[in-house]
């Protein structure tokens, strides 16, 4: 699974829980933890709110 396909996702639908993209990528809610962290530490998306009311806003697009 790559950080693009999460990326994509989280773009797609900012309010999108790590439960749901686990779902969705047939992976666990902790490779899903680990991939939007990179993603956090990588100044690409922040986490606005709280993990069960909160949203996901993009900071920086991924170049193709």
């Keep these: 699974i ?3 396909e999460v990326f994509g ?3 797609n639908n900012p309010k999108i ?3 749901e993209i686990a779902i969705k990528i ?3 809610i ?3 933890q680990r991939i939007t962290n990179k993603l956090v530490d990588k ?3 922040i986490r606005v709110g709280s ?6 806003e993009v900071i ?3 170049r193709s």
């Design 26 to 28: 047939n992976k666990t």
């Design 30 to 32: 902790k490779t899903v």
């Design 9 to 11: 996702l989280i773009e």
């Design 60 to 62: 920086k697009k991924i």
């Design 43 to 45: 100044k690409m998306l």
């Design 51 to 56: 993990n069960q009311y909160g949203y996901w």
């Design 17 to 19: 829980t790590r439960k």
């Design 2 to 4: 790559s950080n693009q």
